[in-house]
């Protein structure tokens, strides 16, 4: 019924920039906060920013100043700019949405990531 497909990823060196989209579809009635989380290989998953449905937005320490978060209401979609990357941003990078969706006739709340983007990052 609702589905977030991610794209962007790839491959750059240190000192690039890449950006993220999310794109949200399917049934939905209204989207509060939409995040970006991601998770290294033996890491747990970890929150990178997050944005609220009037703009308000959050990030982890280690990507203060070097990411921005921001979405388009509009389309249901929430992206994510990286600059300044380094190495230790490699992971594969996860979108969520916590949404008001159609189930039938009935208005349901859900919390629903993406398939998952990877990031590679080389020295």
């Known amino acids: 019924q609702v589905q977030l497909v991610e794209s962007g990823g790839g491959l750059v060196q240190a000192g690039g920039s890449l950006r993220l989209s999310c794109a949200a579809s399917?049934?939905?009635?209204?989207?509060?906060?939409m995040g970006w989380h991601r998770q290294a290989p033996g890491n747990e998953r970890e929150l990178v920013a997050i944005?609220?449905?009037?703009?308000?937005?959050n990030y982890a320490d280690s990507v203060k100043g070097r990411f921005t978060i921001s979405r388009d209401n509009a389309k249901n979609t929430v992206y994510l700019q990286m600059n300044s990357l380094k190495p230790e941003d490699t992971a594969v990078y996860y979108c969520?949405?916590?949404?008001?969706?159609?189930?039938?006739?009935?208005?349901?709340?859900?919390?629903?990531w993406g398939q998952g983007t990877q990031v590679t990052v080389s020295p």
């Open positions: 969520n949405a916590d949404l008001l969706f159609w189930s039938g006739l009935l208005s349901r709340k859900g919390a629903y």
């Open positions: 944005i609220t449905s009037d703009g308000s937005t």
């Open positions: 399917g049934n939905i009635i209204s989207i509060n906060a």
